[in-house]
């Protein structure tokens, strides 16, 4: 049987959540207040116009220290090259904003063998007009 290392790595990142976001951002960690962190499920993404259904992978909910409401971190381990996935990462954000109203955090963790670096930018603009 197969090792599933996509399951196994998310068991990995939602168990040692806080020493990751401690090792990888740090600047983020200081202001998290971890104790009533809940991890959002099959949190599903969903494209009409295609009719696909995508899962996000992992989605923390955690409050702000000194702040009210909570916000969200997504984190979505990638293990191959996608050409378009700065654009899928954008999608994903505007859909939980949009579904949940609080801000998102977004973080990519790639796993690939690639060396070519990945953008970290999904742009949408005209030659008159950069929109976003």
């Not at 955090?105 to 790639?110: D, E, Y």
């Amino acid at each position: 049987m197969p090792v599933d290392h996509d399951r196994l790595f998310k068991e990995l990142l939602t168990t040692f959540f806080r020493e990751f976001m401690e090792l990888f951002f740090p600047a983020a960690h200081t202001l998290i207040d971890y104790t009533d962190t809940k991890f959002l499920t099959q949190e599903v993404i969903t494209d009409i116009t295609a009719g696909d259904k995508h899962y996000v992978d992992i989605l923390a909910e955690v409050k702000i220290k000194g702040e009210d409401g909570c916000v969200l971190v997504h984190i979505e381990p990638q293990a191959y090259r996608q050409a378009d996935f700065a654009r899928r990462m954008f999608i994903y954000f505007s859909r939980l904003y949009e579904k949940h109203q609080k801000r998102v955090l977004p973080i990519a963790v790639f796993a690939h063998d690639s060396k070519v670096e990945e953008t970290n930018r999904h742009e949408v603009e005209f030659p008159f007009l950069k929109v976003l």
